[in-house]
């Protein structure tokens, strides 16, 4: 099979063409499919990790290589999150479920892998998958087996002892696989099952990602089942699009129409719609529609307003994929996980004996335009908040910059809100970029002089502004309406040349008209900066690595290389604390 470490290479080129994804060639260098397996640096860490850009407070393994969150769940008092995971190495392979828990889902402790090859059905890897909570509170894990003949199967695990609340031993029947690849499907693009849920013509219902060769259709299988034991594809997809590729991690689940409050995987009626979410193996990102599910014929029909291809909405702009969420019982939440991978190469990833994280988790809602979703860090995150300083109504100069000073900032949460009084040096859109924001920003950077903007931070910035990654905001006029960017920028993030750089970016839905303000949140920990425009609108997030600003020496400054003043009507700061992250391993 294939793996990787790096999601970029140049194999996408090839495959993108073939896909005719002409405009995102120019955006991505190079995307690397998934599965490609290192095998010289299989079982080559080294003997400690080195913590020198090591996060801090993101979810991560003791050592080694991490992927896709999978099967999160609640039960009796823990929050459980499983990983894939590489025992061996800190690249892709040798893939078993890495499990930990959790009371906040913030301080972590690390079990011992609770799903690993060991039959037949799953020999060569137990990949993605996801837990559905039976009645009776009973949950059940259903996960992708790679069997004695390298298919992809779905196979189904129980706990081994109901009364153990952190779920250490998992029983796969013998009667596995439930949900093997029958004939006229491709077994290697078959995998990822969903969480279940319950449609109430008496049948649990799930989905699995899949690729149908002939025109390259990505799909969402559908199977159902009476007793979650036996399962039978239905005739159609939930969904499908061609020229999509694989579509791997597929997530399925009911939003409120009004509110932040979550809702039950099971919950179908008149006053909610449906987000599908994929993971597209050709791009290595995470796409969603809204839309409306019909539980009579089990069809999903996206809105008008979502795009259905890789111009569509993304959770995340940046470096985000193979997510998954799950309803959270305890604060009636919905709570999205994504992993981050490295941006390195696989060697070094090797030698410091790490690879990949989990981004902050987080709380995610219908924005009451009905148009998109809004994300959020759980409010746990607050927890670890201690050194503060604030700055109000501060003015960023047209082409200044100041420095937020007093923090340690290579560990640390900015929340900042910019007021643009004045709007008329706007410069007209290219049209051209339309639903091309990532195109944009790769061309015109952080020190692009503009009329409105850029404006944001410079955040893992040296003293002397040779290192830094930018985080900012761009506006434009389009007509009589404002168009706005919120782009990172890397190119500057470290003197190394041999680092994948991407510069990402995305749209920001908001009508300067009314409020002329725009908010930044970013989340910064050592090598990852997470960030949220416009109270969770769009979200960013890239792995940098400065080979100056680390620790004490990474700053944290505020500029304006736009032509217009704006203002810092408030910002705040703290010194994030580290949790407990998975240090001791509980037997
Ligand atoms: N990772 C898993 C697969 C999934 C992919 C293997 C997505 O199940 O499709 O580690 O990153």
Redesign the pocket.
């Known amino acids: 099979m294939e793996t990787s470490n790096r999601v970029f290479s140049p194999w996408f080129l090839a495959i993108a063409v073939y896909a005719c994804f002409c405009s995102m060639i120019r955006e991505r260098i190079a995307v690397e499919s ?2 490609v397996v290192y095998e010289t640096l299989q079982g080559s860490s080294p003997s400690s990790v080195d913590p020198t850009l090591r996060t801090g407070y993101h979810f991560r393994p003791p050592r080694n290589w991490i ?2 969150p999978n099967g999160p769940l609640y039960y009796k008092d823990f929050y459980h999150l499983f990983y ?1 995971y590489n025992p061996y190495g800190s690249v ?1 392979g040798n ?1 078993v479920w890495g499990h930990s828990i959790s009371t906040d889902l913030i301080n972590w402790k690390a079990l011992t892998p609770a799903i690993y090859p060991s039959k037949p059905f799953d020999i060569f890897g137990c ?2 998958g996801s837990a559905t909570i039976l009645p009776g509170d009973k949950p059940a894990i259903l996960y ?1 087996g790679i069997d004695t003949q390298k298919r992809q199967v779905q196979n189904i695990a129980f706990p081994a002892n109901l009364s153990d609340p952190y779920l250490r031993e998992w029983v796969k029947p013998d009667y596995n696989p439930v949900m093997p690849p029958e004939t006229g499907l491709n077994s290697s693009s078959f ?2 099952p969903t969480t279940a849920w319950y449609n109430p013509n008496g049948h649990w219902t799930l989905i699995i ?1 899949n690729k149908r060769d002939a025109d390259n259709r990505g799909m969402a299988l559908l199977y159902r089942s009476k007793d979650f034991v036996k399962w039978v594809r239905a005739k159609h997809p939930l969904h499908s699009a061609k020229n999509s590729g694989m579509w ?2 597929p997530d399925f689940y009911p939003v409120a129409l009004r509110g932040k409050l979550g809702l039950d995987t099971s919950v179908i009626g008149a006053g909610v719609k449906h987000v599908l979410k994929m ?1 597209l193996d050709l791009t290595r990102y995470d796409y969603y529609t809204l839309g409306k599910y019909d539980d009579n014929l089990d069809k999903y029909v996206p809105q008008n307003t979502s795009l259905d291809n890789h111009s569509g909405l993304r959770y995340d702009y940046g470096n985000f ?2 997510s998954k969420t799950f309803y959270d019982p305890v604060k009636l939440r919905r709570i999205l996980w994504g992993w981050a991978n490295e941006s390195d190469t696989p060697k070094v990833d090797s030698d410091k004996g790490w690879a990949g994280i989990q981004l902050i988790p987080r709380t995610i809602w219908l924005h009451r335009n009905g148009r998109q979703l809004l994300q959020w860090p759980i409010e746990e995150f607050d927890t670890l908040r201690h050194k503060h300083v604030s700055v109000a109504n501060k003015l960023a100069p047209a082409g200044g910059l100041f420095e937020v000073k007093d923090i340690q900032s290579n560990q640390a949460d900015v929340e900042i809100t910019f007021d643009i009084p004045n709007l008329d040096k706007a410069e007209d859109f290219d049209r051209s970029y339309i639903g091309n924001a990532q195109a944009f920003c790769g061309k015109n950077t952080a020190e692009t002089k503009g009329g409105v903007g850029p404006f944001g931070l410079y955040v893992l910035a040296s003293s002397d502004l040779e290192e830094r990654t930018a985080v900012f905001f761009k506006i434009f006029k389009n007509g009589n309406k404002h168009v706005v960017l919120m782009c990172n920028d890397p190119t500057r993030s470290t003197k190394r040349e041999d680092i994948y750089k991407p510069t990402f970016a995305g749209f920001v839905d908001v009508d300067l008209s009314k409020a002329k303000r725009i908010s930044l949140r970013t989340l910064i920990d050592n090598s990852v900066v997470e960030s949220f425009g416009a109270r969770g609108k769009t979200c960013i997030t890239s792995r940098v690595y400065p080979a100056v600003a680390i620790g004490k020496d990474a700053h944290l400054f505020v500029f304006n290389n736009g032509a217009e003043d704006v203002k810092v009507s408030e910002l705040n700061a703290w010194e994030i604390r580290k949790p407990e992250m998975n240090q001791e391993i509980i037997y």
């Open positions: 998934s599965h992927n896709d894939q892709w893939i990949w993605s992708t995998r990822d990602g791997e991690c993971s994929y193979a």
